[in-house]
């Protein structure tokens, strides 16, 4: 199931920005690292969490709702980097470079909803949907 996993577009694209996030945040003085960067590295870190949790849960419909989960994470992460830009604590380019990936992923979590939405209507009995 991992190699499945790992095979995800979206997974990968949440890790790697979890990850720069994380190099990012980690070099922040101590309170602005402990209240900002704290909230901004767990939910981001969390969008990879939520897509890895509903890759393992037993139906289309358990998944599919992790994935909304992840997709709240997503909105999350955003506010984040708004803080962290407005109490610059990073720089705009910055900034913007990390909300571009975030922007990226938003759309790849929502076909991949859609997808698993579809799947689920294929597998009900035809006299239920």
Not at 24 to 34: G, H, K, M, S
Not at 55 to 64: A, I, T
Request: overall charge positive; some cysteine; hydrophobic content about 35%.
């Amino acid at each position: 199931m991992a190699e499945g996993l790992m095979g995800l577009r979206i997974y990968h694209t949440a890790e790697t920005l979890a990850d720069e996030i994380w190099e990012e945040v980690i070099a922040w003085r101590p309170f602005a690292r402990d209240t900002v960067g704290r909230q901004l590295v767990e939910a981001a870190d969390s969008i990879g969490g939520n897509i890895a949790e509903g890759y393992g849960r037993y139906s289309y419909k358990e998944n599919r709702q992790f994935q909304f989960y992840a997709r709240g994470s997503l909105h999350e992460t955003r506010h984040w980097l708004r803080r962290a830009r407005v109490r610059k604590l990073m720089t705009d380019v910055r900034c913007k470079e990390l909300t571009a990936k975030v922007e990226e992923l938003a759309p790849q979590l929502n076909a991949y909803i859609r997808t698993l939405e579809r799947r689920s209507r294929e597998r009900k009995p035809k006299e239920l949907q």
